[in-house]
Nanobody, 122 residues
């Protein structure tokens, strides 16, 4: 069983930065990890992913502004977000899976945290 817990969300002005953290517990080895966001009233969107080998993948909309990373020793996943935009206000979820396909597809993930809210004001 894998358990995920996000933290680090909050309110920030447009152009600002936030760092999200996800603590992974349980059977954490060989996991593919991702950050998924869901704006209010919209579908979920894969933002960034990192596989068990450390290969990263980003949605085109966040390339150059967001960075996903992980600390294997601490079983912690991060998402550093900069130059945030109001339309990026959403609930951000940490997700995990043992399968390796389609890393930015929310449906590819088995385990989910409860989410952390990010609000970007204009």
């Amino acid at each position: 069983q894998v358990r995920l817990r996000e933290s680090g969300g909050g309110s920030v002005q447009a152009g600002g930065s936030l760092r999200l953290t996800c603590t992974v517990s349980g059977a954490a080895d060989n996991l593919n990890l991702g950050w998924i966001r869901r704006p209010p009233g919209e579908n979920s969107e894969g933002v960034a992913a990192i596989d068990s080998d450390g290969t990263t993948k980003y949605a085109d909309s966040v390339k150059g502004r967001f960075t996903i990373s992980k600390d294997n020793a601490e079983n912690t996943l991060y998402l550093q977000m900069s130059s945030l935009k109001p339309e990026e206000s959403a609930m951000y979820y940490c997700a995990a899976s043992y399968s390796g396909s389609d890393a930015l597809n929310p449906s590819a993930y088995t385990y989910w945290g409860r989410g952390t809210q990010v609000t970007v004001s204009s």
